[in-house]
């Protein structure tokens, strides 16, 4: 998979025209796009610049200046946000019913990460975790992502059906009320979450989390973004804290990063 630290000898002017997006969109927002993989990304963004009917990079960047709406969109595509309720429910049965317990008897006041949260899904998710344990009130949970409209919808709290496909039913009963058609969140976890915009690639990161999750983002990235990525997350965590990461995510080599496997898509520090 090509990234846009490797670029042709030669470039096309098709080439030049996309790097210089890039860069213009570096200088704008504090974006960096050469961290994430260049083929995945340089293809989505060509779809939404000509489903604008825009023929070059240039002068869709030239409109994204002047047209929030169409800063937004790209921001919303750039950004991946996919996200579900106890995504992989086996993993979270995991968090439920052996780590955060284990955590629950030597911590007072559960520190908790969710980065890249997209739309809320998954600190709600370890919100509604927490209370069954019941240390809600006594946790903190920080959310953030990058795209300010995401966490506009993660605050409102209204979810369609499929969305809550992999919830247990009792945990539907009790963490959400319908609401014309869709799903509203209960408000005690909604007070429970402090969401907050950050870019990862950027933007400093908090320290001794008891608890980081970061699911199904870190696959977008190039190498060299997730080996910075990882060593952040690592610093991030204090020491015997774990991250939880994405099903198709496992790290190899996690010593290298003051991590150990602790399970599945677990990891914990080590020092």
């Known amino acids: 998979m090509n990234n846009l630290g490797s670029r042709p000898l030669h470039p096309s002017p098709e080439d030049d025209d996309f790097y210089r997006f890039v860069a213009d969109i570096r200088r704008a927002t504090s974006i960096d796009l050469s961290q994430y993989k260049e083929t995945q990304m340089r293809r989505r963004l060509t779809t939404l610049r000509l489903k604008h009917g825009f023929g070059d990079f240039a002068s869709y960047f030239a409109?994204?200046?002047?047209?929030?709406?169409?800063?937004?969109?790209?921001?919303?595509?750039?950004?991946?946000?996919?996200?579900?309720?106890?995504?992989?429910?086996?993993?979270?049965?995991?968090?439920?019913?052996?780590?955060?317990?284990?955590?629950?008897?030597?911590?007072?006041?559960?520190q908790v990460w969710s980065a890249a949260c997209s739309t809320g899904e998954e600190p709600y998710t370890l919100a509604m975790i927490l209370d069954r344990l019941g240390v809600l009130d006594s946790s903190a949970i920080l959310a953030t992502d990058i795209d300010e409209g995401v966490l506009a919808k993660a605050k409102a709290g209204v979810y369609p059906e499929r969305s809550l496909r992999d919830v247990p039913a009792n945990f539907v009963r009790d963490y959400f009320q319908r609401e014309n058609g869709n799903f509203r969140v209960a408000e005690k976890l909604k007070r429970a979450v402090r969401y907050q915009k950050q870019n990862l690639l950027l933007d400093p990161f908090g320290e001794r989390f008891d608890l980081i999750v970061c699911r199904n983002v870190m696959i977008y990235f190039t190498e060299e973004a997730k080996m910075t990525l990882y060593t952040k997350?690592?610093?991030?965590?204090?020491?015997?804290?774990?991250?939880?990461?994405?099903?198709?995510?496992?790290?190899?080599?996690?010593?290298?990063?003051g991590l150990e496997t602790a399970d599945t898509f677990f990891y914990r520090r080590t020092v």
């Open 233 to 257: 997350f690592a610093k991030a965590l204090k020491p015997g804290g774990l991250l939880f990461v994405g099903s198709t995510e496992q790290i190899f080599s996690p010593r290298q990063y």
């Open 63 to 110: 409109a994204l200046k002047s047209n929030p709406k169409l800063m937004d969109e790209f921001l919303d595509r750039m950004t991946i946000n996919v996200s579900e309720f106890w995504r992989n429910p086996n993993r979270w049965q995991v968090l439920l019913d052996k780590f955060l317990p284990e955590m629950i008897k030597t911590t007072p006041r559960l």
